[in-house]
């Protein structure tokens, strides 16, 4: 007993000094720059930091981060509620010391774009990333020349040749969404969120494997064991289970721990059996000559096929990193873009202005057509894009995009001036900050506003909104789907998804809360603002209660 007692004693006090250490340590790295630097008593992605401040949920509010300056920063997503404020304090550079690495914060749009286009001075910190490779490596979690080679060879499933599959699909599952929405009548529904999961996947399901689901909600209930699975089922469970898949091992979820313990496995097995299917069935038909099934699973095999033939050097993906890249583009193709897709929901029925403003436009390039040809609309719908990158601006599911030095201190310009950052050192584009900046944005840099996106060019020849324009940001100030080598590569499948849905949504129709008792319907869109205000960072940022929204469409009167 006195041991134990001696052991809580001394292990907590020991772990407390050697931590105090390795903040001494660090400080000393960058203790000559001249770049301002703040603490933080605890490591920004240690996990289990992070798992603790996941597990503690909406309580985590309540801990008193932004009284001292010492515990501002060790918050998970702690960008979110700083925005620019840290900077406008201490400048376009600052550095948080942790006890395990120096985080270097840059706002410096010149110095951020130098940094983006230097992939080997300033790396992708993969261990941050290596949850991802859950069912194998993946172009998520490689670097250097492996990276590349996985990249040229995961090209093909994203090309411009997919876009018009993104936008029927698109335009029909969001057509399918809204009679289900007008379905709940007067008294609205409360599933904004988990409706655009839905359709996110199914348009990932249709262009990525010809599966085509018509719209409705994925109920878990109906899945009793591993052979009532389908395909769409499985990758659901997986996804909406994302954090808990990727922290545990596999194997875990074979034991008996309750049914949505047993779903999540049952999820998995199916979803590699599929996709191992799959990707037999595509090499049988390579080795026979015949034409592909148009997957991803066969884009992927005949990309390695085709570049092994052109350049025998080139190693083919292996069945590993096909099944690992198919992973990834399912979470990323999935989460982020039905995560932003149900914060633009709310934000719109908070909005009733937008709507009015969208809807002039489609209503000016669709009056008279049936069809919506994706070649013929989409490059014109310049204002129902600008929602997207106005919603991306300030609720990005992706809070930051960091580098790393490596094992090498390498020289950076910020503001004018030099400095050498030390080797093992993670540097961050200040995303948050340089997409609220008011210096850039205006002095209304933190209200959601898509007008500020649109420009008119100085021809009086054509009608107004023809003469409009897409304001084009100053590099390194807006990076929602990252820049350089290493940008997102899925950034044109998720623009087409997001304007085919609107357009869909409010060619004909108008959202509104539905009001409390003694609520008038301003004060409901207020509430509708503040819960999308109140998102915060779990693997992404998303709406906390996006569930407590009561939301009817209802349809346009008729233009008189």
């Known amino acids: 007993m006195a041991t134990f007692v001696i ?92 006890p395990g690495k120096n985080w270097l914060f840059i706002a410096d749009d010149e110095a951020v774009t130098d940094v983006f286009a230097r992939n080997r001075d300033f790396k992708t910190p993969t261990w941050q990333l290596e949850v991802l490779g859950v069912f194998g490596p993946n172009i998520a979690t490689s670097e250097g020349q492996d990276w590349q080679r996985q990249r040229k060879l995961t090209a093909t499933p994203f090309n ?145 096929v085709d570049a092994t033939n052109e350049n025998g050097a080139m ?13 990834v583009f399912n979470f990323a193709g999935h989460d982020t873009t039905a995560l932003s897709l149900a914060s633009c929901m709310l934000l719109l029925v908070a909005n009733p202005d937008v709507q009015d403003w969208v809807h002039e436009e489609l209503e000016y390039y669709l009056e008279d057509s049936k069809s919506s040809d994706y070649n013929d609309v989409f490059p014109k719908l310049k204002r129902t894009l600008a929602v997207l990158l106005e919603t991306l601006r300030l609720y990005n599911p992706l809070i930051g995009t960091p580098k790393w030095t490596g094992e090498q201190p390498t020289y950076l310009d910020i503001n004018g001036k030099t400095f050498l950052v030390p080797a093992d050192t993670l540097v961050c584009p200040a995303l948050q900050t340089l997409h609220t900046d008011p210096r850039r944005w205006g002095k209304d840099s933190l209200t959601w506003r898509p007008q500020r996106w649109i420009s008119h060019s100085n021809s009086t020849a054509r009608p107004q909104l023809e003469s409009e324009e897409l304001f084009k940001p100053s590099k390194g100030t807006y990076f929602p789907w990252a820049e350089g080598a290493r940008n997102c590569p899925g950034r044109k499948f998720a623009q087409v998804e997001f304007v085919a849905t609107l357009v869909a949504l409010l060619r004909d129709h108008i959202a509104e809360p539905v009001p409390k008792s003694g609520e008038s319907l301003d004060e409901a869109r207020q509430r509708t603002l503040k819960v999308v205000q109140n998102s915060s960072m779990e693997l992404l940022l998303q709406m906390r209660n996006p569930s407590s929204v009561h939301v009817r469409w209802k349809e346009r009167k008729a233009s008189i």
């Open 315 to 327: 190693k083919p993906l292996t069945e590993d990193e096909i099944l690992g890249n198919i992973f």
């Open 160 to 304: 411009e040749q997919k876009s018009p599959l993104v936008w029927e699909e698109s335009l029909r599952q969001a057509s399918d969404m809204l009679k289900s929405w007008r379905s709940a009548g007067s008294d609205g529904f409360t599933t904004t969120a988990d409706d655009t999961r839905t359709l996110a996947l199914h348009v990932l399901a249709y262009v990525a494997f010809q599966k085509s689901y018509p719209f409705q909600s994925v109920s878990k209930a109906g899945v009793q064991d591993v052979d009532s699975m389908t395909y769409r089922d499985s990758l659901a469970i997986i996804l909406s289970n994302a954090f808990t898949v990727m922290v545990l091992p596999l194997s875990v979820f074979s034991f008996p721990f309750g049914k949505k313990w047993n779903q999540i496995g049952w999820a998995i097995h199916y979803f590699r059996s599929y996709m191992m299917k799959q990707l037999k069935d595509e090499q049988y038909l390579v080795r026979t000559g015949k034409s592909g099934t148009g997957t991803l699973v066969s884009n992927l095999v005949r990309a390695s």
């Open 7 to 98: 052991f809580l004693l001394v292990f907590p006090t020991a772990w407390i000094l050697y931590n105090c250490h390795c903040l001494y340590q660090n400080y000393l790295k960058i203790s000559r720059l001249a770049i301002p630097h703040v603490f933080s008593p605890v490591n920004l992605d240690n996990p289990l930091w992070i798992a603790f401040q996941l597990a503690c949920g909406s309580a985590i509010d309540y801990f008193p981060f932004a009284a001292f300056s010492f515990t501002r920063h060790c918050r998970l997503g702690w960008e979110v509620h700083d925005r620019y404020r840290t900077h406008a304090r201490l400048g376009d550079a600052f550095i948080v010391v942790t």
